[in-house]
């Protein structure tokens, strides 16, 4: 498998280097060729973080074809511990809006899996009025329990008959990454993409943080404003990933100073 552009260590996590614009070459190529299924991982603090307690997510991650950086902590990271250069981050709702908008004209297909069975069909009904034309290939919001072997190859089967170029899984992490690399070999399609909450996004059913909270890294903040439940998932990974990001640049800052003439 050919990974696009260049990756970094974040973590014990490899992440992709590379903008939108970047991925949406790369999905239009895998697309055109069709040789096979590739999983696009979006990665933020939250899901790094796991990876360093799920050594299965983190194989999942370290094979996807794709881990793009969400989430300006990450972008942080990237750029003072590797010199990586990053302008922006990508980010689940944002990557699904320009995918829509590029594939207009190519005639792109997109299936969506997950979400409560209304925040779905308010998702298909919204992004249908904004985008005449937007070809959605369907959608299936499965049951919120674990599904059987019977029921996996079931939703696999209706997701190739509908001859879909994406497939958008917002069942949450880590299941929707888990579920894409268990199913990777029988889902016949390009661009398998976790995308988290983007549904609830797009829908309207979630808020998203204003501009500048974004550019700050400080979106988790809005996200636990709206749902206070969410404390326990920022307050297990957020201070873990600021002592990473302080403890891997301090160590690069000094490998550097010892190596300089």
Known sequence: M??????????????????????????????RLREGAHQVCISNVHT????????????IANNA????????????Y????????LEERVCGPELIKR??????????????????????EGLCRKLKATYPGLKIAGGYSPPFKPLSGAEEAEIAARINASGTD?????????KQEKWIARNLERVNVPVQVGVGAAF???????????????????????RLYQDPRLYKRYLSTNPVFLYMLARDYLKHAWSSALTKP
Not at 11 to 29: K, M, P, Q
Not at 65 to 76: E, K, N
Not at 166 to 174: C, E, K, T, Y
Request: glycine share 10%; proline share 4%; hydrophobic share 40%.
């Open 200 to 222: 609830g996004f797009l829908s309207g059913n979630i808020k998203r943080a204003p501009e500048f909270m974004q550019q700050h890294g400080l979106e988790w903040l809005y």
């Open 65 to 76: 074809a794709m881990v793009t950086i969400d989430g300006q902590p990450l972008r942080w």
């Open 78 to 85: 990237a750029n003072l511990v590797h010199r990586a250069r």
């Open 48 to 59: 790094t973080v796991m990876c360093t307690q799920d050594n299965e997510l983190k194989a």
């Open 99 to 120: 995918c829509l908008e590029a594939g207009l004209d190519k005639g792109w297909r997109h299936y969506f899996l997950g979400g409560k069975p209304e925040v779905l």
């Open 2 to 31: 050919q990974r696009p552009g260049s990756r970094v260590d974040i973590c014990g996590v490899y992440h992709s280097v590379i903008d939108y614009e970047a991925a949406l070459r790369t999905f239009e190529n895998w697309i």
């Open 166 to 174: 994406f497939l958008w899984v917002g069942l949450g992490a880590p």
